[in-house]
C-alpha cells in the first residue's frame, strides 16, 4: 500500500501570500497524483489531477508539480475563499490512497 | 450537469448491515469508474472502493475486504455500497464519487451520506 505523508499538517499564512504544500510517497505514483481541496460541511473538491492538470474551473492561482515521490502544490496568492484542508490522492497502485491532509489557516 | 445523490445512510448496531445508494444523472453511467470514499467525524478522507463500470473490475480498501461490495446496476444509473459485518470504525460520512474521465481522480463528489454504527 502506498503512503502519503503531507507537510505541513498546518500552515498559517495571510491571503496574498505564496503557499506551499508537499505530498510525499512512500513508492513511486509516476504522475498519478491528485489534489482536493474541503471546507467544512463540503464535498472535495478536485483541484489538480496527474500531478500539474488545473480541473475544469480552478483558477490559474493554483499550480501542481512533481513525479515520482515528490509532489507541491502551490497557491500563488492566497484569497480568502483558500483557507481550507487540502488533500493528495494517488491512483498509480491499488489500494487508492489519501495523504491525511493539510490545514491552511488564516494567520 | 454532472449529479449524484447518496441514500441510505442510518444507525445500526455493531455487526449489522445496510446498503448504500447513489443515484447518477448527467452522464452516460457505463462510461466511468465510480468509488465510495469515506470520512470519520473529524478526520481526513479514506478510499474505500471503486468499480469499473464497463469492466465490472472491483477494488477494496483492506479493511472492507470480504464486508463490503460494491456493485452497481446501469439500467438505473445507480452505484451501491453493500455493507455487512459493520463495525464501529466504519462510522462515517460515506461520499460517492465520478472518475474525471475512465480511471481518473474523483472530479465528481455527491453530499455523502452518514453511517452511524453504535450500540
Known amino acids: 500500500e502506498i503512503v502519503l505523508t503531507q507537510s505541513p499538517a498546518t500552515l498559517s499564512l495571510s491571503p496574498g501570500e505564496r503557499a506551499t504544500l508537499s505530498c510525499r510517497a512512500s513508492q513511486s505514483v509516476s504522475s498519478y497524483l491528485a489534489w482536493y481541496q474541503q471546507k467544512p460541511g463540503q464535498a472535495p473538491r478536485l483541484l489538480i489531477y496527474?500531478?500539474?492538470n488545473r480541473a475544469t474551473g480552478i483558477p490559474a492561482r493554483f499550480s501542481g508539480s512533481g513525479s515520482g515521490t515528490d509532489f507541491t502544490l502551490t497557491i500563488s496568492s492566497l484569497e480568502p475563499d483558500d483557507f481550507a484542508v487540502y488533500y493528495c490522492q494517488q491512483r498509480g497502485n491499488w489500494p487508492r490512497s489519501f495523504g491525511q491532509g493539510t490545514r491552511l489557516e488564516i494567520k | 450537469e454532472v449529479h449524484l445523490l447518496e441514500s441510505g445512510g442510518g444507525l445500526v448496531q455493531p455487526g449489522g448491515s445496510l446498503r448504500l445508494s447513489c443515484a447518477a444523472s448527467g452522464f452516460t453511467f457505463r462510461d466511468y469508474a465510480m468509488s465510495w470514499v469515506r470520512q470519520a467525524p473529524g478526520k481526513g478522507l479514506e478510499w474505500v472502493s471503486s468499480?469499473?463500470?464497463?469492466?465490472?473490475?472491483?477494488f477494496y480498501t483492506d479493511s472492507v475486504k470480504g464486508r463490503f461490495t460494491i456493485s452497481s446496476d446501469s439500467s438505473k444509473n445507480t452505484l451501491y455500497l453493500q455493507m455487512n459485518s459493520l463495525r464501529a470504525d466504519d462510522t462515517a460520512l460515506y461520499y460517492c464519487?465520478?472518475?474525471?474521465?475512465?480511471?481518473?481522480?474523483?472530479?465528481?463528489w455527491g453530499q455523502g451520506t452518514l453511517v452511524t454504527v453504535s450500540s
Open positions: 496527474d500531478a500539474s
Open positions: 468499480i469499473g463500470l464497463t469492466s465490472g473490475t472491483t
Open positions: 464519487a465520478r472518475a474525471l474521465t475512465a480511471w481518473q481522480a474523483p472530479g465528481y
